[in-house]
T-cell receptor
Framework: GESVGLHLPTLSVQEGDNSIINCAYS??????FIWYKQESGKGPQFIID?????DKRQGQRVTVLLNKTVKHLSLQIAATQPGDSAVYFC????????????FGAGTRLTVKP | NAGVTQTPKFQVLKTGQSMTLQCAQD?????MSWYRQDPGMGLRLIHY???????DQGEVPNGYNVSRSTTEDFPLRLLSAAPSQTSVYFC???????????FGQGTRLTVV
């Protein structure tokens, strides 16, 4: 079936470097995407979202890029800090399934000092 | 403002026991949902509710029941626990079904 997936299950970066976390989606009807951050022992926390009428959206130190042609989503974190170490999930809405959100498996980001 | 509160944080059950996971939110959100999180599988939707008195099944509803008698509360019931239900459970709420969700801290459930 259609699902949200991630290319890289783990990512390790040096403090101060930029991080890029990727997500592939296969539901061409999805028109809303969210990135969540989950720290150890906590629930997921909203980072940034993007609708399909946009291809880029920026927040504080984070940028989400959406490429609808290849069904690809990425989260860029600038000047990665130790506090960014977490698991990052992308989620897409499912317009033909009550519009609920489906989550990918997650990518674990580790920031080395 | 407490946000989404889940209780208990940890629970061990024997196979066949029943229990209720509690979830409460104080943000006046209409939409509430329950997810389970298993290693390598992300979050999967169990049940959700778009308002008091309305519930519906998600991706993995078997073995779970829910009810929504008030806007604030959305308990998840396991009628007869099975080892396959060992997981971390998250409750979430949002203004709408497809908007930013606020998650609770999770309940780690082990069924032996």
């Amino acid at each position: 079936g259609e699902s949200v997936g991630l290319h890289l299950p783990t990512l390790s970066v040096q403090e101060g470097d930029n991080s890029i976390i990727n997500c592939a989606y296969s539901n061409s009807a999805s028109d809303y995407f969210i990135w969540y951050k989950q720290e150890s022992g906590k629930g997921p926390q909203f980072i940034i979202d993007i609708r399909s009428n946009m291809d880029k959206r920026q927040g504080q130190r984070v940028t989400v890029l959406l490429n609808k042609t290849v069904k690809h989503l990425s989260l860029q974190i600038a000047a990665t800090q130790p506090g960014d170490s977490a698991v990052y999930f992308c989620a897409e809405n499912m317009p033909y399934n009550n519009n609920d959100m489906r989550f990918g498996a997650g990518t674990r980001l580790t920031v080395k000092p | 403002n407490a946000g989404v509160t889940q209780t208990p944080k940890f629970q061990v059950l024997k196979t066949g026991q029943s229990m209720t996971l509690q979830c409460a939110q104080d943000m006046n959100h209409e939409y509430m949902s329950w997810y389970r999180q298993d290693p390598g599988m992300g979050l999967r939707l169990i049940h959700y509710s778009v308002g008091a008195g309305i519930t519906d099944q998600g991706e993995v509803p078997n073995g779970y029941n829910v009810s929504r008698s008030t806007t604030e509360d959305f308990p998840l019931r396991l009628l007869s626990a099975a080892p396959s239900q060992t997981s971390v459970y998250f409750c979430a709420s949002s203004y709408s079904i497809s908007l930013e969700a606020f998650f609770g801290q999770g309940t780690r459930l082990t069924v032996v």
